[in-house]
């Protein structure tokens, strides 16, 4: 069984503050993918990071896939109260079929 | 280009009832897959179709079942309906490109079993 540890599982924070959410797995992953679901709504695709070692940069948020493709971070900058919400992390383990994490809540105060 | 829709966003039902829930993809994606979300499991995998086609199942009671039409719309249906089937069911389509699998999901709807 393929599984996804998140953690934290909670976060609050100050506007302003720095944080880092981590996705962990003992499996290899084909590609990873990040999103973020705010109340009521699906969850929205952030970001697919594939290649071991990788970094994206998306405005504030930096992704980052470990170079053996087990585990991925997520670092949010400066974050605002527009960052509060639940993020998810997404594992495809070469089946064409995504594994999730249980998630990050996020909450930042003004 | 529009996004996955589902119908309907809201739905209270009795226990023992059954419910269909119905999903529309993006324009062009062939594959379905639906999840169920609840506080305490997460987001959990249903199953997942490809051009009228269950392709993968997860670890769910023959209650829940699926089928996409040739149009790659799909429905969920739940039979004999239990109170821990109150969840958000998501639907999510997607299209593979190179090596990357990126799923698009649906608002979801929101299940409430009494």
């Known amino acids: 069984t393929q599984l996804l540890e998140q953690s934290p599982q909670f976060l609050s924070i100050q506007e302003g503050e720095n944080l880092t959410v981590y996705c962990n797995s003992s499996?290899?992953?084909?590609?990873l993918q990040w999103y973020r679901q705010e109340p009521g709504e699906g969850p929205v695709l952030l970001v697919t990071?594939?290649?071991?070692?990788e970094v994206k940069k998306l405005k504030r948020l930096t992704f980052q896939f470990g170079d053996a493709r087990k585990d991925s971070s997520l670092h949010i900058t400066a974050a605002q109260p527009g960052d509060t919400g639940l993020y998810l992390c997404?594992?495809?383990?070469?089946?064409?079929?995504?594994?999730f994490g249980a998630g990050t809540i996020l909450r930042v105060k003004s | 280009k529009a996004g996955v829709t589902q119908t309907p966003r809201y739905l209270i039902k009795t226990r023992g009832q059954q419910v269909t829930l119905s999903c529309s993809p993006i324009?062009?994606?062939?594959?379905v897959s639906w999840y169920q979300q609840t506080p305490g499991q997460g987001l959990q995998f249903l199953f997942e179709?490809?051009?009228?086609?269950?392709?993968n199942k997860g670890n769910f009671p023959g209650r829940f079942s699926g089928r996409q039409f040739s149009n790659s719309r799909s429905e969920m249906n739940v039979s004999t309906l239990e109170l821990g089937d109150s969840a958000l069911y998501l639907c999510?389509?997607?299209?593979?490109?190179?090596?990357?699998?990126?799923?698009?999901f649906g608002p979801g709807t929101r299940l409430t079993v009494t």
């Open positions: 997404a594992g495809d383990f070469y089946g064409n079929k995504l594994v």
């Open positions: 179709y490809f051009s009228e086609t269950q392709r």
């Open positions: 499996s290899v992953f084909s590609s």
């Open positions: 999510a389509s997607s299209y593979k490109s190179g090596g990357e699998y990126e799923q698009y």
């Open positions: 324009s062009g994606h062939r594959s």
């Open positions: 990071v594939v290649t071991g070692g």
